[in-house]
């Protein structure tokens, strides 16, 4: 009985779990983006394996200056002065990136399936999988669902990638659908993009910005669904990997 | 007919504030006349007349106005911006450089652009904005780095940007743009570390450069004769443009008031008129190419920035009619100029002033240099400045804020030599002898000064005959703009922290609340759901006033 107690809540772990994507604490997407990031930066001075600069081995996950991932990103930003270490200028996404594969040099598997070819996923982007259609980047597309001109310098790699293969579980509040009926009976939705207790602000179907308060309103709600499909089967995983690497090359101006 | 216009445009907002509408068309931007519940230019339209055609709130109902909202901004810098507001949404500027969509009822915020200016920049005196311009459905900022940046007008992300200027060679940008049919024109400032200043414009679609006007013409340049010294003391020669300029859609000229020379203070380094610092020039719209030039302060030791807004007026000049431009410069002169050709027509005193005894035909001014030690009035910071002005068709009344009795003792020094990133004024400032310390660019957090030296007037100046009407005393210096409606109201804040309602006609106070901090920029009103606000930028706060 016991034993299968522990078996029926191992399983409900690995389930719930969303392991295959990760390794150890750190998502697999963000160490594969690490590892390329890795290799256009830093393999100049630490080489591939991260051992070319003498009595530094970045393999060893033990840094002298840096215990946790904090530390790291401090180093990283700012160098270390009087040694080779310059200050590193990358957007929050990469830094922490960056730092997973570094957690993660040692086991680290050379053969990248998450994060692919940033041309193809942008004919992606913008043919089969339709994501032009609801999407905006820089300056071209509709409105109605999120702008991802700058994607790449908001959101890790691990963040989009569960964004596109389970859209419900990844939504943030502040794009969230939202439905009122006013009064009159006129039914509004949108997203939202700012809301406190006695108002809200969206953006509709018709790329208007609306403004709405709460007391004016018959019925207000969330939609509990997104517009935005899953992924996981209308791409395969070599074509998410594709439009995954296309997003995290939107870095704004 | 125009009325009807405007009053249908009202009731369509009112009636269908959801509906679908039209982007921000040049068409729009030249007939702004005609939808008065909008602000959708820096001065509320393209002649700079800061008047508005609404009545709703006018001089027996005033008395009712309250707070409706405010707009806490997140910095501490001067709230030097004019809000635009198009079809119920604001746009406003956080100083230096963030841009938020608010809506106009209620006051929240649809989206905020945070744009990160390069670090080492050395412009400007005080990092400011004074707005957007709009086309379309993009917003554009001038940055205090010197970049322009186009942003989507919905959702506040930026679609492209341009350098305009070497932020680390002191240029940047603190006026709002002015957007005419498919450009975008905007200046850059810096003249106190030594720039050269010019005036260009951009394609509103991609940010690509399509004309550049020098502030300061280079060899071979008509005006470069003007630069006397032989040397390359144009290449320093300031020349900043800080403020919006306007435009008359049909002589299809834009007009911009030019910043002082470089280095401030000491004119004979750069002998000659010093072409076209202090001046106001026309240019063709498209082109840039300068149709024509008036200079006001010609070899000007005294930091005179005619970086004033230019206003223009169709009226009458002794019985003809003619295309006017209404100009009360920082030196202390109030101007008419004929806006098609540059002709002077009249220039009077609008403050007491000692550095020149009056103007000659040609509106050139009859300089007394004062002797060593003596006061010299107005002083640096000019009879008027920034602040917009304004004028009220209706009572054919030009108003604006002024500085009185207020002088400062020039010294010219010894030539200063240009360092790259270093000030390049020149020259020392005293005291007049006896005098208590002057009011200067920003206010203290106390009142420190006293009687006898310098305040502020709010004044409506008679255009014909360039005498003052009325003034309205302040007991300390003012930066604030001024607002006029079509019910003769006239709105003006002040450093003393009150935002007044006063009658355009009589200059009586009709109605003032202390909000609490300085005005530095001009206030503006426009309608949401079918009622008139005024917006005021006090402290680091915009406040919206709406009728009981």
């Known amino acids: 009985m016991q034993l299968t107690r522990f078996l029926t809540l191992a399983l409900i772990l690995v389930a719930c779990s969303p392991a295959w994507l990760r390794a150890q604490s750190y998502a697999a997407a963000d160490i594969q983006y690490g590892a390329k990031l890795f290799g256009e930066q830093c393999t100049v001075c630490h080489g591939g394996s991260g051992d070319a600069v003498a009595g530094v081995d970045l393999r060893a996950n033990r840094f002298k200056r840096s215990t946790s991932d904090g530390d790291l990103r401090g180093v990283i930003t700012a160098g270390v002065e009087g040694t080779g270490m310059p200050p590193f200028k990358f957007e929050a996404p990469e830094l922490t990136a960056i730092i997973a594969y570094l957690r993660n040099m040692r086991t680290f598997d050379q053969k990248n399936t998450l994060i692919g070819d940033a041309a193809r996923g942008r004919a992606l982007f913008d043919g089969k999988g339709q994501c032009a259609t609801c999407h905006r980047v820089n300056g071209r597309g509709p409105r109605v669902a999120p702008d991802l001109s700058d994607i790449g310098a908001l959101r890790t790699p691990d963040a989009i990638l569960r964004a596109m293969v389970d859209p419900e579980a990844e939504i943030r509040h502040a794009n969230r659908s939202i439905r009122a009926v006013t009064r009159d009976g006129k039914v509004i939705t949108g997203r939202r993009m700012n809301e406190d ?47 995954l690497a296309y997003l995290l090359s939107l870095k704004g101006l | 007919m125009k009325t009807n216009r405007a009053i249908l445009a009202m009731l369509l907002t009112a009636a269908l504030p959801l509906a679908a509408r039209a982007q921000v068309t040049p068409t729009r931007l030249a007939r702004a006349a005609d939808e008065p519940h909008n602000w959708i230019t820096y001065s509320g339209n393209y002649n700079g007349h800061r008047h508005s055609p609404l009545k709703q709130i006018d001089a027996a109902n005033v008395k009712n106005l309250e707070l409706k909202w405010v707009f806490q901004a997140n910095s501490l810098q001067s709230f030097s911006a004019t809000p635009l507001v198009v079809d ?34 050395l412009c400007c005196r005080g990092q400011v904005n004074r707005g957007v311009g709009i086309l379309g459905d993009t917003l554009f900022m001038a940055t205090v780095d010197a970049h322009l940046v186009a942003i989507d007008a919905k959702n506040g992300k930026p679609i492209w940007k341009t350098k305009v200027g070497d932020a680390s060679n002191a240029y940047g940008m603190t006026l709002a743009p002015l957007v005419i049919k498919d450009k975008v024109i905007v200046g850059v400032a810096g003249a ?45 020669g300031g020349g900043s443009v800080w403020t919006t300029g306007t435009y008359d859609p049909e002589l ?34 498209d082109t840039g190419k300068l149709k024509w030039h008036f200079q006001f302060t010609p070899n000007d030791p005294y930091d005179y920035d005619s970086t004033q807004v230019p206003v223009l007026v169709d009226g009458t000049w002794k019985g003809t009619p003619r295309k006017l431009m209404y100009f009360a410069n920082r030196n202390g002169f109030f101007y008419v100029l004929d806006r098609a050709t540059g002709e002077f027509l009249q220039g009077k005193p609008y403050v007491s002033l000692n550095w020149a005894r009056g103007l000659d035909a ?59 990133g270093q ?23 106390v009142n420190t000064w006293h009687e006898g030296n310098a305040h502020g007037t709010v004044m409506a100046i008679d255009p014909v005959t360039g005498t003052r009407k009325w003034g309205y005393p302040m007991h300390d210096v003012t930066t604030s703009g001024v607002l006029t409606t079509a ?8 450093r003393e922290g009150y935002f007044h309602a006063l009658d355009a006609e009589s200059g009586s106070l009709l109605w003032k609340l202390n909000v609490g901090g300085e005005t530095a920029a001009g206030p503006m009103t426009f309608m949401a759901e079918g009622k008139q606000l005024v917006a005021v930028a006090a402290g680091h706060s915009l406040y919206v006033f709406g009728l009981r």
Do not use: C
């Open chain 1, 197 to 243: 207790t006695y108002t809200v602000q969206l953006i509709d179907e018709q790329e208007r910005l609306v403004s709405l308060v709460k007391s004016n309103l018959r019925e207000y709600g969330l939609v509990r669904r997104t517009g935005m499909p899953s992924y996981r089967d209308k791409l395969t995983t070599a074509e998410v990997a594709d439009v």
């Open chain 2, 88 to 121: 119920g949404i604001m746009y406003v500027t956080q100083a230096p450089n963030d841009v938020v969509a608010i809506d106009a009822v209620t006051g929240k915020v649809f989206w905020l652009y945070h744009y990160a200016a390069e670090p080492g920049r």
């Open chain 2, 192 to 236: 106190e570390f030594g720039i050269r200043g010019y005036i260009v414009a951009y394609e509103a679609a991609t940010g690509k450069e399509a004309w550049r006007f020098y502030t300061i013409p280079g060899p071979g340049e008509p005006g470069f004769e003007t630069w006397k010294d032989g040397g390359d003391s144009w290449k320093h």
């Open chain 2, 252 to 285: 299809n000229l834009t007009y911009w008031g030019i910043g002082n020379p470089g280095p401030d203070f000491n004119a004979a380094q750069r002998p000659g008129d010093n072409l076209y610092s202090d001046s106001v020039v026309a240019l063709d719209a």
């Open chain 2, 362 to 420: 040609k509106g050139r001014p009859q300089t007394t240099p004062q002797p060593a030690g003596e006061a010299t009035y107005p002083g640096p910071l000019g009879a008027t400045n920034w602040y917009s002005p304004s004028y009220n068709p209706n009572t054919g009344l030009f108003y604006l804020s002024a500085w009185e009795n207020y002088g400062q003792v020039f010294d010219a020094g010894d030539p200063i030599e240009f360092r790259e």
């Open chain 2, 423 to 445: 000030n390049f004024t020149g020259g020392r400032l005293a005291l007049p002898p006896g005098a208590p310390a002057m009011p200067g660019m920003q206010r203290g957090p």
């Open chain 2, 487 to 494: 019910s003769d109201l006239l709105f003006v804040g002040g």
